[in-house]
Each structure stands twice: as C-alpha cells, then as structure tokens.
C-alpha cells in the first residue's frame, strides 16, 4: 500500500510534527487553510473515521483527544474547527482518516 500519511506516521517521508503520542501523529498541513492548520492521523492506517470507529471506537478517542490537545497547545482559545472528511464525495483526498485544526481567524459558516 502506498499511502502518504502511512509514509509521514512511519517517518519516511517529512512532516513538521507538533504533537505525537503512542497512536496519533499531529503535523502541519502543506496547504494551510487558515493561520492554523495542523493534521491529526492515527498511526495505523484506517481509511476515514467510520472504519476507525467500527474497528475500535477508543482508538477514534485518542484521535479526537489529540485534536483537542493541538487547539489547546496552539492557543485557540477563541475557536476552532475539527473536521474529517469520509468519501470522495466530501472532499476526502488522502484515504487514510485525518482530522483536521482549524483556527487563528474567525471562520463564518457556512465553511469556506
């Protein structure tokens, strides 16, 4: 399987990390969508967040306690935005399950 966040988790291929635990890796995206944007990923491979869920609902905690985790230790205090994408239909383009942080700007809704 070739696939790039595996590649990142594994350490082949380079990140800016800025948090890791046992199970979740947190880096910078490339293509930053806001003044903060960091990826949170599990270590192992799960394609989105529902196969992760049905496999193993507290390992989809540790995920999202990273996340929170990141938005606490970036200082967002004044909001963020957590999203994962599941499926080619909602914009999901690395199909290994990656939340992303969103903040440091007012963000509106509807996204964008």
């Known amino acids: ?11 082949d291929i380079p990140a800016t990390v800025v948090l890791e635990t046992g199970r979740t890796l947190a880096f910078r995206d490339l293509n930053p969508g806001a003044p903060t944007h960091v990826l949170v ?7 989105d967040m529902a ?5 193993d609902p507290a390992y989809a905690g540790d995920v999202l306690a990273t996340a929170v985790a990141v938005a606490r230790q970036e ?11 599941t499926g080619d239909d ?8 990656h939340v992303h942080v969103l903040g440091g700007r007012s963000l509106g809704w509807p996204p964008g």
């Open 51 to 55: 196969a992760l869920t049905d496999a």
């Open 90 to 97: 909602a914009g999901q383009s690395v199909h290994h399950l």
């Open 41 to 47: 990923i599990p270590r192992d491979h799960y394609a």
């Open 1 to 11: 399987m070739s696939c790039l966040f595996c590649g990142i988790a594994a350490g």
């Open 75 to 85: 200082g967002l205090d004044g909001g963020y935005r957590l999203v994962s994408n």
